[in-house]
């Protein structure tokens, strides 16, 4: 009994030492301490297997590497864990706890199975010039098109202070300086060519 108390307090130490780790936000270093905690109180709870008249240090031992096996993300041992607990004498509360660290494994693992959504990378803004057709001001949306040399259209917003020479440069043939963050094309600048007229 007495090597089971040494063992359980090196799972414990071990468990405290890892959730220093993790406060002081060293994941790779909280999780082996976690690990290693483990191993240690598994060791202690396999020691009373078949020691169905122990109780309820049986089942709470076993209720205690289950959980560790959890921190470390040991999934499969977590549920060995709790099916070893469950064959005792344990309580009820003890009996409680161990199924609802059951059924929080299942979550575990069917988020685990599911896809995982990758954030897109925040693009850099970009600027470029574009020349084209000044068409359709909507003064109200601060919102104009420009109608390119092959025919694309561009939505672009502009700013109230750009608001005056927007509309007088309404229907004229012009070179926009744009700013582009994601798929909202702001415009910075607006000059209108004059065309050449041609002999």
Same mark, same amino acid.
């Given at each position: 009994?007495?090597?089971? $108390?040494?063992?359980?307090?090196?799972?414990?130490?071990?468990?405290?030492?890892?959730?220093?780790?993790?406060?002081?936000?060293?994941?790779?270093?909280?999780?082996?301490?976690?690990?290693?905690?483990?191993?240690?109180?598994?060791?202690?709870?396999?020691?009373?297997?078949?020691?169905?008249?122990?109780?309820?240090?049986?089942?709470?031992?076993?209720?205690?590497?289950? &959980?560790?096996?959890?921190?470390?993300?040991?999934?499969?041992?977590?549920?060995?864990?709790?099916?070893?607990?469950?064959?005792?004498?344990?309580?009820?509360?003890?009996?409680?706890?161990?199924?609802?660290?059951? @059924?929080?494994?299942?979550?575990?693992?069917?988020?685990? $199975?599911?896809?995982?959504?990758?954030?897109?990378?925040?693009?850099?803004?970009?600027?470029?010039?574009?020349?084209?057709?000044?068409?359709?001001?909507?003064?109200?949306?601060?919102?104009?098109?420009?109608?390119?040399?092959?025919?694309?259209?561009?939505?672009?917003?502009?700013?109230?202070?750009?608001?005056?020479?927007?509309?007088?440069?309404?229907?004229?043939?012009? &070179?926009?300086?744009?700013?582009?963050?994601?798929?909202?094309?702001?415009?910075?600048?607006?000059?209108?060519?004059?065309?050449? @007229?041609?002999?």
């Amino acid at each position: 009994m007495s090597n089971l $108390k040494e063992i359980h307090q090196t799972a414990s130490t071990y468990m405290q030492m890892a959730l220093v780790a993790q406060g002081r936000g060293n994941e790779p270093e909280s999780l082996r301490l976690f690990e290693l905690a483990f191993e240690a109180e598994k060791q202690a709870a396999l020691s009373l297997w078949s020691d169905f008249e122990n109780e309820p240090t049986r089942s709470i031992l076993f209720r205690s590497a289950a &959980n560790l096996a959890m921190d470390c993300k040991k999934y499969a041992e977590a549920k060995k864990m709790i099916h070893l607990g469950l064959a005792g004498n344990s309580s009820e509360e003890i009996v409680d706890e161990l199924l609802q660290l059951s @059924k929080q494994i299942e979550k575990e693992l069917k988020l685990a $199975k599911q896809p995982q959504v990758v954030a897109e990378k925040a693009k850099k803004p970009q600027h470029f010039w574009l020349k084209g057709t000044l068409t359709i001001a909507d003064a109200r949306q601060h919102q104009i098109r420009i109608v390119s040399d092959d025919n694309k259209i561009a939505k672009v917003h502009f700013p109230k202070d750009l608001g005056e020479i927007v509309r007088n440069y309404w229907n004229e043939y012009v &070179n926009a300086y744009i700013l582009k963050q994601g798929k909202i094309l702001t415009l910075v600048d607006i000059d209108k060519i004059f065309m050449q @007229k041609t002999a």
